[in-house]
């Protein structure tokens, strides 16, 4: 199923962004947002994939699901989980996924 997202920004641009819609998250798509990421040069932390993949395949992501894919990717060994400071001015740490 395709899924079409359109973005107005400020009566300047709009942008269409055509995706494929997802039904259950999978290794591929956490590979192919960990690249788009890298390609845009951000640190792939958990809250920033689940938002990319809302962004581009119109996928939420429940608290339940993304546990159970964690803890399913985890013991592929598949990706490595590397804990980070996010903000070091109030010591917020977060897990970055590669």
Request: aromatic residues 10%; contains cysteine.
């Amino acid at each position: 199923m395709i899924h079409l997202t359109t973005r107005n920004f400020a009566d300047i641009k709009t942008v269409t962004f055509v995706s494929l819609r997802l039904e259950v998250i999978s290794r591929e798509c956490l590979l192919w947002v960990s690249l788009t990421l890298r390609q845009d040069e951000m640190t792939p932390t958990e809250r920033i994939i689940q938002s990319r993949m809302k962004e581009a395949f119109a996928f939420r992501v429940t608290v339940e699901e993304w546990a159970t894919f964690v803890e399913a990717v985890e013991a592929s060994e598949s990706f490595r989980f590397e804990e980070i400071v996010e903000d070091s001015t109030i010591g917020s740490k977060a897990r970055a996924i590669y």
